[in-house]
């Protein structure tokens, strides 16, 4: 059903209420830009310290849909900016942001049906 969200995660935390799935998707969604946007930012402006933060923060969030291979992209580029060895960092952005409108989709659409 799902190529890029797996919802097992999310049905263990909300019980089967449908409303508290409808919420975590609602914040994820308004999140997605955000994340992207800073990301990007912080990139340009070599602000690592940022840049790792932002990261961190959105990692945390794409674990709660279980995107394995996202969240190991958020991890390499917090390392990788830690270390400040940022010149891929910008592909990988690009490799999340793929996988993000990907998951987007996913759960806009899945949103309509609970």
């Known amino acids: 059903m799902f190529e890029y969200v797996n919802l097992s995660y999310l049905d263990s935390i ?7 799935q409808k919420e975590v998707i609602q ?16 990139l340009s402006e070599n602000d690592n310290e940022m840049l790792m933060r932002e990261a ?18 958020f991890k390499a580029i917090k390392q990788l900016a830690e270390k400040n060895q940022t ?6 952005i690009d490799q999340i942001d793929a996988a993000l409108q990907g998951a987007s989709r ?9």
């Open 14 to 20: 909300s019980d089967g209420d449908s409303d508290f």
């Open 27 to 42: 914040v994820f969604l308004e999140q997605i830009p955000r994340f992207l946007n800073n990301m990007r930012k912080y």
């Open 56 to 73: 961190h923060t959105a990692k945390s969030s794409v674990l709660v849909f279980m995107m394995e291979d996202t969240g190991n992209l």
């Open 106 to 114: 996913e759960l806009t659409d899945y949103i309509k049906t609970i």
């Open 87 to 92: 010149e891929n960092i910008s592909e990988m």
